[in-house]
Structures are given as structure tokens and as C-alpha cells.
DNA sequence: CGAACGAATGAATGTCAATTCACTCGATTC
DNA sequence: GAATCGAGTGAATTGACATTCATTCGTTCG
């Protein structure tokens, strides 16, 4: 007769799953993406090395499932953010904000999982995550034009220029450092959302307007 | 006595090196970073991999070598089309216009220069290119800053973002495909640069303006 | 309780590139 | 033109990781 998994294995196999996701995502935080390697990870899981390959068939397949686990996560954020705005453009200038700000709170772990490269498996992960974001603010780019509160345009230029934007002026390598400053942290979120919004036509003072009235500076 | 290095054999060796930066840069532009390896690089620059190691110590120091290049050649060409401009703004949309152009006729050669990561000691070298880039446009906005023509900001942030933004609207995995399609290059190039002077705060129509006027479209 | 099973282990192995080095060969010197 | 220099060669070495697998260990079943 076949063996049946009890509840409880169920359960602590779920949890090891995770344990290692986990060990991951604090190895990528940490050093990048090149921290995330089998052993390190292994030991930070209190795992032996072998036992990461009964749960991911290969490197490949965990960095893709952490890149995906921090994309939902991400993306979860700023769908929470946008809807909870009062119109079109407000939201528009919620999603970009809160995208900026989580950013900001992980950044080696941002720019580790958006922009470093890997293995090409891993690549197709990320490539979904940019593509998930632009078609967030795509949509609502889209929506903002229709209504008329945002100049015609070409979104697909548009929504990844934003990303780009917002990756290399707060994460990026050139990025002023902000250290663990809130105040400063706070206002490089304003500053570059002030920008993105502007990019994308939206006249100054009403760009200030929404800015203002922005709800930063939560957490997961 | 030490011997002398004849006319003949000076030329012969920079030809060399030459012969390798330029098989370096032809790897890189098909297949990114990671398919500059030293041993194609030798066979394809005609030489044995040892050879190699003669000029550069270390593949690091030809990947930087090969970056610094590229870079170079890039500021070049940004601030010849920026000295060309009658006034500052139009200074900086040329800069801006400049460094798209160039980026979308190597779209790969400029990922790859710019933004896949390799070997740490390369990445002080992409580091120093975002860096001048960074630094190129900053000046220009400053000056337009001081006359008026741009909204005081944190030029700081706004530089790199513009960089970010080009990056990923045009030559980034979600940038829309574009082929080999000059007329949708050139437009592609308009839109990424209009949004870019939008978003430093150039009102609609004056960056209108200022992009129709561009002299875009010149190769080196 | 004692088979039987699948999970866990971690040392050993495989892989992929960078790097080395003992040797060859053409150029330079006297 | 013989002696010497130093560039060029490429097979072999090294190093850094990912991946495997024979074995151990804890659970589940009869």
C-alpha cells in the first residue's frame, strides 16, 4: 500500500519550502544575487546541501520561484495601494509611490532581483516581473488617457521608462545614498514620483498636488 | 643591452590589443556579457587564449578596458551634439537624443556595457560610466536650472532616472521591439526624449518643440 | 515491533571558465 | 649568423560552484 503523507509532514515540508525560499531571499539581500548559492543557503536553512534538490529540481528553479514570490508581493502592494486612491491618477501616482518606497527598503534585494542577471532560467522570472509592472502602470496609464487627465501617448515607452526611472534614480548604483534616513528616504520617494508623474505629462503643479497628498511610509 | 621596441613591433602589438577590445566588443554585442569569454575572444581575434593575458592580467581588466571604450566614444558623441546646441535646453535634449540614438543602434552592446553585471572589478568600470553619464547630464541641468529654464529639483535623483528611464524604455527587455525599423526607431527615440525633458520639468509644448527640432539620426 | 518507505545527508563528482607555464619561434642585437 | 630576447602558443591546471548518489535516519504500515 502507498504511503500517505500525514498532516503534519505535509506541514513541515511546506515550512522547509519556505525555510529555503527564505534563506534566498536574505542571501540576495545580503550580497546579490551571487550570494545565493546552494551551500550558504543551505546552512542559513539548517539544511544539508542535498536536501535543497528534493524541493527545487535545480538553482535555476529557486531563484525563479524567489524572483516570482517577491514580483506578487510587490505587485500585491501597489494593486492595494492603487485601488485604494480616489481616482485615476491618484492611483496612478499611488502605484508608482508605493513601487519607489518598497524599493527603497530593500534595495540590494530590489535591484538583486530586478536587475542583476542569473542564470537565463532565472532571466524569463524576471523578464515576467518588469512585465507584470509595466502592464500594472500600462493599465492605468491607459485609463488616465482615456479620461483625459494624461496627454496621449506611448505606453509601452512610457510604463518601462518609468520603472527604469525609478530603478536607477533611488536603487541604482548612482542613486544618492540615503542610508537608513527616513526623512531622507521619504523625500527621494517624493522626488522621483514628482518625476515619473511629470514624464508622463502630468503639469507640475497638479504633480505636486498628488504628491502631497501621497500616504507613504508603510510596511509590509 | 635592453632591447628596443621597433616601429614595426609597436604598431603591431596596439594592433593586437586593438584586435582583442574589438573581438571583446563583437561577443558582447551577440550574446552579452557572458559571451565575452577568453576564449572565443582569442579565436575570433585570431591569436591563442594565452596571448590574451598579455595585454590584459585578467579578463576583469579587458571587460573594463572594453567598457571604458564604449563609454568614452558615448560622452564623446553626447557632448558634440550638446555643444552643437544654440541654448541649454536644447543642449540637454540633444545629450538626451544623443545617447538614445546611440543606444538603440547597439541595443545589446549598450545592455550589456550598461547594465549585466560580471566580474565585480567590471562593475567599477560600468560604475564609472553611469557615473560620467550621471555627471554629463547633471551639469547640463544645472546650467538650465541657474538661466530658468528648468524647475529647481534634486538633480541628484533626476539624473539617473533619466538614464534608468532610457535604459529600460528603449533598449531594456520590455522596450518594444522596434527591428531594424528606422522610422520606428526615430520615433521611439522622440518619445523616450520628449518624456525624459517632461519629466525634468520642461513644460508639454516647449519639449514638443524641442524635440522636433532634434538633428537625430547620424551614425559615427 | 519490525519491515518498508521516502526524506535527509554531505562527501564526492561534474562542469565550465579563467588562468598558468613549459615550450616554440620570429625578431633584434652584436 | 650565433646568441638572446620576449611574444605567442594551447594543453593542462585551478577554482568556484552546481549537482549527484550511496547511505543514514525518522515515519508509517501491517
Redesign the interface.
Known amino acids: 500500500m502507498p504511503y500517505r503523507r500525514t498532516e503534519s509532514v505535509i506541514r513541515r515540508l511546506a515550512a522547509r519550502e519556505q525555510a529555503i525560499l527564505d534563506a534566498a531571499r536574505i542571501e540576495a539581500a545580503r550580497g ?3 550570494a545565493v548559492q546552494i551551500i550558504p543557503v543551505a546552512g542559513r536553512a539548517g539544511i544539508a546541501t542535498g536536501t535543497v534538490y528534493r524541493y527545487f529540481p535545480a538553482k535555476a528553479d529557486l531563484v525563479s520561484q524567489l524572483i516570482a514570490d517577491v514580483a506578487e508581493r510587490e505587485l500585491d502592494a501597489m494593486r492595494a495601494a492603487a485601488g485604494a486612491a480616489p481616482g485615476p491618477l491618484s492611483a496612478l501616482a499611488a502605484a508608482i509611490a508605493t513601487f519607489a518606497a518598497r524599493a527603497m527598503s530593500e534595495r540590494k534585494l530590489a535591484w538583486a532581483v530586478m ?3 542569473a542564470e537565463p532560467e532565472a532571466d524569463a522570472a ?2 515576467d516581473f ?2 507584470a509592472l ?1 502592464d500594472e502602470l500600462q493599465q492605468r496609464m491607459r485609463v488616465a488617457i482615456v479620461r483625459g487627465y494624461l ?1 496621449g ?2 505606453v ?15 536603487i ?5 545614498a540615503v542610508d537608513d534616513d527616513p526623512a531622507k528616504t521619504r523625500e ?1 520617494v517624493q ?2 514620483t514628482l ?2 508623474l ?4 502630468v503639469g ?1 503643479a497638479r504633480a505636486f498636488g498628488l504628491v502631497a497628498q501621497l500616504p507613504l511610509g508603510r510596511r509590509d
Chains 1, 2 share one sequence.
Open positions: 546579490g544575487m551571487a536587475a542583476e542577471p524576471r523578464r518588469r512585465a509595466s496627454p501617448q506611448d509601452t515607452i512610457a510604463a518601462p521608462a518609468i520603472v527604469g526611472a525609478l530603478l536607477e534614480g533611488l541604482g548604483p548612482m542613486a544618492p527621494a522626488t522621483a518625476l515619473c511629470r514624464a508622463l505629462g507640475d
